[in-house]
T-cell receptor, first 113, second 114 residues
Framework: GAGVSQTPSNKVTEKGKYVELRCDPI?????LYWYRQSLGQGPEFLIY????????DSGLPNDRFFAVRPEGSVSTLKIQRTERGDSAVYLC???????????FGDGTRLSIL | GESVGLHLPTLSVQEGDNSIINCAYS??????FIWYKQESGKGPQFIID?????DKRQGQRVTVLLNKTVKHLSLQIAATQPGDSAVYFC?????????????FGKGTLLTVNP
């Protein structure tokens, strides 16, 4: 597809479990971003990749959160020992280059029971 | 600190009317602003952007106005249609070395009544 693709669209899991969320950016986009959106709020920045490296991970809430982008395209956001407070929509965006308009996927709705 | 906020959380208009959605920002160093539209269950969709060296920019049925003196941004939608019903967010892009990071406000829910 032409847009940013995120899988799964929904994920329900129990507290304490490990989850992986996947993002396929627009082909050719070098910059990739993860955001988290709680109900009724705007997206909040988590991490930014330029190519394969995490250029800014200052938005990750704690060390249970980690993200990778090993080949500079697909990215995976990983959450260990999930907590109920992690429940949110996790959005991925990509841009052709840093600073250019970011295009968002439809997100993964994560629910921790 | 940096923050972006909206004056009105909800806005209800009649089909065919013009809509105005407002946004205040606090970082006077911000040089780029974007409006996004988010429909239920979807990701934010880019509508229009504006750089700080401009005070007005027009798109198709949408106009963004920037008043740097009072740090205010607005989105005007002409002849609002039911398909315009969504949450609208303004976002501020960081300046300098943080020009990749978007800071979003809470959003305004626009409801268009047929």
């Amino acid at each position: 597809g032409a847009g940013v693709s995120q899988t799964p669209s929904n994920k329900v899991t129990e507290k304490g479990k490990y989850v992986e969320l996947r993002c396929d950016p627009i082909s050719g986009h070098t910059a990739l971003y993860w955001y988290r959106q709680s109900l009724g709020q705007g997206p909040e920045f988590l991490i930014y990749f330029q190519g394969t490296g995490a250029a800014d991970d200052s938005g990750l809430p704690n060390d249970r959160f980690f993200a990778v982008r090993p080949e500079g395209s697909v990215s995976t956001l990983k959450i260990q020992r999930t907590e109920r407070g992690d429940s949110a929509v996790y959005l991925c965006a990509s841009s052709l280059r840093p600073g250019q308009p970011q295009h968002f996927g439809d997100g993964t709705r994560l629910s921790i029971l | 600190g940096e923050s972006v906020g909206l004056h009105l959380p909800t806005l209800s208009v009649q089909e065919g009317d013009n809509s105005i959605i407002n946004c205040a920002y606090s970082n006077s160093a911000s040089d780029y602003f974007i409006w996004y539209k988010q429909e239920s269950g979807k990701g934010p969709q880019f509508i229009i952007d504006i750089r700080s060296n401009m005070d007005k920019r027009q798109g198709q049925r949408v106009t963004v106005l920037l008043n740097k003196t009072v740090k205010h941004l607005s989105l005007q939608i002409a002849a609002t249609q039911p398909g315009d019903s969504a949450v609208y967010f303004c976002a501020e892009r960081g300046s300098g070395g943080s020009n990749y990071k978007l800071t979003f406000g809470k959003g305004t829910l626009l409801t268009v009544n047929p």
